[in-house]
């Protein structure tokens, strides 16, 4: 299994900077994927960034620009760097791994999820 630990969130104001990090233990070797969610109250889990294995990112379209997801294998790291910051923002959130597994032939895919880290985007 892997575990995951978010750290970084709190309070900011618009126009403002955050930095998410979170950190992998475990089965690290089954990881494929790494990246970050959010929840607003009240909405679904959407997906904020992403970076698989051959390190290329992706964002969703609510980012435009303003964040960047890094990955850290040697420290078995995901940081999600947030820039201006609206109050659309404020969320949960979470940090998530892709993992595979495999066994006498069978393989299967699993997710991790961390327990959330709040970050409110207000005055």
């Known amino acids: 299994q892997v575990q995951l630990v978010e750290s970084g969130g709190g309070l900011v104001q618009p126009g403002g900077s955050l930095r998410l990090s979170c950190a992998a233990s475990g089965s690290i070797s089954s990881i494929y994927a790494m990246g970050w969610y959010r929840q607003r109250p009240g909405e679904q889990r959407d997906m904020v960034a992403h970076?698989?294995?051959?390190?290329?990112?992706g964002y969703g379209d609510f980012v435009k620009g303003r964040f960047t997801i890094s990955r850290d294998n040697a420290k078995n790291m995901v940081y999600l760097q947030m820039n201006s910051l609206k109050p659309e923002d404020t969320a949960v959130y979470y940090c998530?791994?892709?993992?595979?597994?495999?066994?006498?032939?069978?393989?299967?895919?699993?997710?991790?999820w961390g327990q959330g880290t709040r970050v409110t985007v207000s005055p």
């Open positions: 970076v698989g294995s051959d390190g290329i990112p």
């Open positions: 998530h791994a892709g993992t595979a597994h495999s066994s006498d032939g069978t393989k299967w895919y699993e997710d991790a």
